[in-house]
């Protein structure tokens, strides 16, 4: 599935999220989730680990990037647990989106 990552987050007030100066884009979000570790994740097997740095590489190309379901679920999974949900929201509409364009 080809997901544009990157489209912005548009929080509650209809405007852009913000990190510092710079626009939070479903990819940037994705990715920051994916590279961080927070709490029980350091006890994570190394090849999970290994599966995120790469599809945060995949990720970081931008534009539209084809993804594979279990790709989109580990982005899905990563930005609920990092992010509280005036992150997470917008970044799932936008995934759901995509799902749904198939």
Avoid: C
Wanted: proline share 4%.
């Amino acid at each position: 599935m080809k997901i544009n990552v990157d489209q912005p987050l548009i929080g509650l007030d209809g405007k852009p999220l913000m990190d510092g100066s710079e626009k939070w884009t479903l990819g940037s979000l994705a990715i920051f989730s994916l590279v961080n570790m927070s709490g029980n994740d350091r006890q994570v097997d190394n090849m999970v680990k290994f599966e995120r740095g790469e599809l945060a590489s995949k990720l970081y190309v931008g534009g539209d990037v084809d993804l594979s379901q279990k790709e989109v679920e580990m982005m899905k999974e990563r930005v609920g647990f990092m992010f509280d949900p005036r992150h997470m929201t917008p970044a799932w509409r936008l995934i759901k989106e995509a799902e749904d364009r198939g």
